[in-house]
Nanobody
Framework: QVQLLESGGGLVQPGGSLRLSCAPS????????MGWYRQAPGKQRELVAT???????NYADSVKGRFTISRANGKNTIGLQMNSLKPEDTAVYYC?????????WGQGTQVTVSS
């Protein structure tokens, strides 16, 4: 069973920055597709950014130019640098990893953008 450990959420003012991190609790011997999703109150979970095993990235239109997903070299550890944060970015952010045709999720980390 894969467990994903997330960190880095918190409260930030509009225009501020936060960085999220995610890593699996155990060792996974191949580089896997991973990503970040978020869920705001009363809304469905939505894609924020993904990165393939080859390092190809994809972003939701709402975060393009503001968020950057990255992977530690040769590891299943990813980060999400979030700049120019807006109140509408407020949500619980979840890390995702795909392995053996299954999706694994972290426990979620709260990001609140408010003055």
């Amino acid at each position: 069973q894969v467990q994903l450990l997330e960190s880095g959420g918190g409260l930030v003012q509009p225009g501020g920055s936060l960085r999220l991190s995610c890593a699996p609790s155990g060792r996974i011997f191949t580089i896997r597709p991973m990503g970040w999703y978020r869920q705001a109150p009363g809304k469905q979970r939505e894609l924020v950014a993904t990165i393939t095993s080859d390092g190809i990235t994809n972003y939701a239109d709402s975060v393009k130019g503001r968020f950057t997903i990255s992977r530690a070299n040769g590891k299943n550890t990813i980060g999400l640098q979030m700049n120019s944060l807006k109140p509408e970015d407020t949500a619980v952010y979840y890390c995702n990893l795909q392995l053996r045709q299954q999706n694994y999720w972290g426990q979620g980390t709260q990001v609140t953008v408010s003055s």
